[in-house]
């Protein structure tokens, strides 16, 4: 064995060495060199960790979030989790639009209507599942759709988000879409529950005003803060979002007992 070489390898050994006295002094100060050992793996771990919380920070800027912020492993793996969360949602919003919204639609009016049964049933009563089938049905098959393409339809009609415009599409909201699917939502849910045309009539005649009455003091807010600040093709999302309570009020008048036309 050469000279050099042993003089190379003692060089190593003392690099280690000092780097592992580095360590030991860093994350150690007891007589155990087996925690010392610990602390170099947890000096390894934060290294990675740093370098996960740069990707996460790149990945948000991509996505116009605020940074992440982290202050401890389990707090970083629920940061990580919902930005992953986002991240997929927002990737299915791009790739599969009309489905994704659909989708959202028959999830919220599924918690709706169960939300309302469980305000108005007493204890020992069982959820009406079909009801709440029928509520998903509509969210996933009519509404969803529907709202895609109405708020296409809007910000190409009117494209600024300025005051005026935002009035604009709120008054489209309140005298066309509104009251539409209102009617739809009303005959829809009376037909499928097997009521004549002349009872589906009879219920719009009863159901109908109170309940534009009551959008009109509901929506309008909502509706501003949706095409004020909130992208297109997330408005449908933060519209359903408004939409569950209204919804829990919604479900609630769909369940009335059909007018006796006799």
């Known amino acids: ?23 030991k002094t860093k994350y150690y100060s007891g007589p155990d060199s087996s925690t010392a050992t610990t602390g170099a793996s947890k000096y390894y771990y934060q290294i990675q960790q740093s370098k996960s919380y740069s990707r996460f920070n790149q ?10 912020t982290f202050s401890s492993s389990s707090s970083s793996s629920t940061t990580s989790f919902k930005l992953g969360l986002v991240s997929w ?4 919003l791009k790739s599969r639009p009309i489905i994704t919204k659909s989708v959202t639609c028959a999830l919220i009016y599924t918690a709706a209507d169960l939300s ?33 393409f109405w708020f ?3 910000s190409r009609v009117l ?16 005298t066309l879409y ?10 829809v849910n009376a037909a499928l529950q097997g009521e004549s045309g002349s009872e589906i009539v009879a219920r719009l005649k009863r ?38 309570l209204w919804n829990v009020y919604l479900t609630y008048m769909a369940s009335q007992e059909k007018v006796d036309t006799t």
Request: charged fraction near 15%; charge should be positive.
């Open 1 to 23: 064995m050469s000279a050099g070489f042993i003089k190379h390898g003692i060089k190593t050994h003392h690099s280690s060495k000092s780097m592992y006295n580095i360590w």
């Open 59 to 68: 990945k948000a800027k991509e996505l116009g979030l605020p940074s992440p």
């Open 89 to 92: 949602y927002l990737g299915m």
């Open 116 to 148: 309302s049964q469980t305000i108005v049933l007493q204890p020992s009563e069982p959820y009406d599942l079909v009801r709440t089938l029928r509520m998903a049905g509509y969210g996933m098959l009519i509404l969803g759709p529907s709202l895609h």
């Open 152 to 154: 296409n339809f809007v």
């Open 159 to 174: 494209p600024k988000r300025d005051l005026v415009t935002t009035l604009k599409k709120i008054v489209l909201g309140q």
């Open 178 to 187: 509104g009251p539409t699917m209102t009617v739809v939502f009303f005959s």
């Open 207 to 244: 159901d109908l005003v109170p309940t534009m009455i009551s959008g009109v003091m509901y929506w309008p807010l909502c509706d501003f803060l949706t095409f004020k600040f909130i992208p297109v093709h997330l408005q449908p999302l933060v519209s359903n979002g408004f939409s569950y």
